[in-house]
């Protein structure tokens, strides 16, 4: 697709336009959200593997827990 001069300019004036009407508080608002609604995020990834991680600690911890036991009980 081949845009013409005309169309080509009135892309940059839209672009522009929406420059313009961003203020520094704007863009400042705009990040803020972007940068908590990511931080949200990557705290609920982290604590899901954090929740997994613990879980198969405890597993592991009751099976060692089961199998001393079991030795214990073998050695009467």
Known sequence: MKLNM???????GAFASIGTALTLERVGV???ILTGLTTCALNV???????A?????AELA?????????????KK
Not at 62 to 74: D, F, P, Q
């Open 53 to 57: 991680r613990e879980q198969r600690q």
């Open 30 to 32: 705009a990040s803020g």
């Open 6 to 12: 005309v169309e080509i300019s009135s892309v940059i």
């Open 45 to 51: 990834f982290y604590m899901l593997r954090k929740d």
């Open 62 to 74: 009751i099976r060692e827990t089961e199998a001393r036991l079991a030795a214990l009980e073998g």
